[in-house]
């Protein structure tokens, strides 16, 4: 279960990665979204995503993008909940608002939840015409 949950997790960091702009600004905004999903975890969401698709005879294509909007999603919010609590680290290394500011982690935060919809309107090529109705 754990290396499923794992190479499902690969999958949906290696679609985040494609998804950040590469363009400015780097330094306090794109090169900042990756951080948080690289930081590992147990994948459980896209993992479960990717499963149950699979178990109902779909196929990676067509959930991946599914997949990468979850797990962009969770993430902004792993961002903006680290500064509700003022929470020193996450996943053994520090938090965003702490090696940087407050500030540049909302942003950070912000532009995973925007980032996170295109996926999902990707979809539409994936899916066809029928899942965005």
């Known amino acids: 279960m ?4 794992s190479e ?3 999958y949906a960091r290696k679609g985040i990665d494609h998804l950040i702009p590469d363009k400015e600004p780097r330094k306090y905004l794109y090169d900042l979204i990756g951080d948080y999903p690289k930081r590992g975890g147990k994948g459980f969401r896209p993992g479960l995503c990717i499963a149950a698709c699979k178990a109902f005879g779909g196929r990676l294509e067509r959930v991946v993008n599914m997949a990468v909007s979850l797990e962009l ?3 902004a919010f792993l961002i903006h909940d680290d500064i509700e609590d003022d929470s ?3 996943r053994n290394l520090p938090t965003m608002h702490q090696y940087n500011n407050r500030a540049i982690a909302i942003n950070v935060g912000d532009a995973m939840n925007v980032l996170s919809l ?3 309107l990707m979809n539409k090529g994936v899916l066809g015409p029928a899942a965005s109705e």
Not at 2 to 5: E, G, P, Q, V, Y
Request: no cysteine; aromatic share 18%; net charge positive.
């Open 118 to 120: 295109k996926p999902l």
């Open 73 to 75: 999603f969770h993430n």
């Open 2 to 5: 754990t290396s499923m949950l």
């Open 8 to 10: 499902y997790a690969a």
């Open 88 to 90: 020193y680290t996450r």
